[in-house]
């Protein structure tokens, strides 16, 4: 039997990240000689969200709900083979697990904060009602799965306390970096952000969405301590922050510390492509991505990858992707997280090659090939238990020299 992997994406309301992991599988596996497929459920009556008001979020829940249960039944039965396995990329999905009985399946679980929020684990984030329901609901798909792959054991122990899952039914696989981060050319990279950002000089970065547990008033607040510091210092040259996500200028005007020079230094930058992303990591002094929670946290290995210095929360997962080439600093405590800061960049310039040095060997650590014959494993046992002994034809763990 030649397995056929259908893989069950994320419709266009979520977030970029959630998005991507689907296709990156896609494009490793077809690598690998795997035939898969991607489905999602598309935006139909969620296009009308934004004039709906307060009832928007129950138009994508037609398309993910009511219309999307019915391809996938067709689906399955258009492509129903003794080999096939269908992987939910998504934890959020995990509802559709009731309808995969007959299948062998997984799902990947990336984080259980919703979760946690619904349960009252994290009271700065209340959960509405209509949340908490959906919540259920993917619980009880989780409590389902056959098997449940997480990107971090952080998520993994969140996973088996609140859905009981038994170690032997859950795994943990790191994400890969998701774009060919490395170091650019401190040309190539000035010569861009200066054309795409505007930024001249040295400064600190940060890489986020506007999700609670980024911590975003976190990141202004280290960054007017560190201001304050260098003040102090008498130091002549002030670094910029910039801020790589939705901008916040309301929120920074309600910081004690906020005055017209800090607003200047901010720059805010929405949605760069990954190249202007590698540039700004490349030349950045370091990242700072202090967050409460994480379910892995792909922008610490992707500035490592690129030689920036990381500093971030001292708790996992954190600290599992950071390892040992990180610097870690308690998010509740700015002035203290202030200081680190300003140790960091005056590192002489040999501890400051060491710690590059560290980081781009961490970031190491999370391959492609890695991610890919993991998963490649779990197919494997996952079909061979589903189909009993028989022989199922799977690709190599590894890339041949032809697919390299």
């Not at 505007?198 to 607040?221: D, I, M, Q, T």
């Not at 009993?388 to 763990?397: I, K, N, S, T, Y």
Request: hydrophobic content about 40%; overall charge positive.
């Amino acid at each position: 039997m030649t397995p056929k992997v259908i893989l069950i994406g994320n419709s266009d309301e979520f977030l970029f990240s959630m998005k991507l992991f689907p296709e990156m599988l896609q494009r490793l596996l077809r690598q690998r000689g795997v035939e898969v497929l991607l489905i999602r459920p598309k935006t139909i009556f969620g296009k009308f969200a934004p004039w709906a008001g307060p009832l928007g979020k129950w138009l994508f829940y037609v398309d993910k709900f009511l219309i999307f249960p019915f391809v996938l039944k067709s689906v399955l039965w258009r492509e129903r083979a003794p080999g096939l396995i269908v992987h939910v990329c998504d934890h959020s999905n995990a509802m559709y697990v009731h309808r995969l009985r007959e299948v062998a399946h997984l799902v990947t679980c990336h984080d259980m904060m919703p979760m946690k929020s619904a349960m009252g684990e994290v009271p700065q984030n209340p959960t509405s009602w209509t949340g908490k329901c959906f919540q259920r609901l993917i619980l009880r798909g989780l409590k389902r799965a056959r098997f449940v792959a997480c990107v971090s054991t952080a998520s993994q122990c969140d996973l088996m306390r609140i859905a009981g899952l038994p170690a032997e039914q859950t795994r943990v696989i790191f994400n890969s970096l998701n774009h060919p981060y490395t170091p650019m050319s401190p040309a190539e990279a000035r010569s861009r952000i200066k054309a795409r950002v505007g930024v001249e000089g040295p400064y600190l970065l940060h890489v986020g969405s506007n999700s609670w547990y980024k911590n975003r008033l976190g990141v202004f607040a280290i960054y007017a301590g560190l201001r304050r510091r260098l003040l102090e210092k008498g130091t002549a040259v002030m670094p910029k922050l910039v801020y790589a996500g939705p901008s916040l200028q309301r929120e920074i005007a309600s910081l004690p510390e906020w005055n017209p020079e800090m607003e200047r230094d901010i720059i805010f930058v929405k949605g760069p492509d990954n190249e202007t992303l590698r540039a700004l990591y490349s030349e950045a002094e370091l990242l700072l991505f202090p967050s409460w929670d994480e379910g892995f946290g792909w922008p610490i290995i992707e500035a490592q990858a690129c030689g920036c210095r990381v500093v971030t929360t001292n708790k996992a997962p954190m600290t599992e992707v950071g390892g040992d080439a990180a610097f870690y600093i308690d998010p509740h405590d700015s002035p203290g997280a202030a200081a680190v800061v300003l140790g960091i960049l005056e590192q002489p310039l040999t501890e400051r090659r060491t710690a590059i040095e560290k980081g781009i060997v961490n970031a190491g650590r999370f391959t492609e090939d890695r991610m890919i014959a993991d998963y490649l494993e779990v197919y494997h046992q996952l079909i061979r238990e589903h189909c009993g002994q028989a022989r199922v034809e799977m690709p190599p763990l590894t890339p041949t020299h032809e697919q390299k």
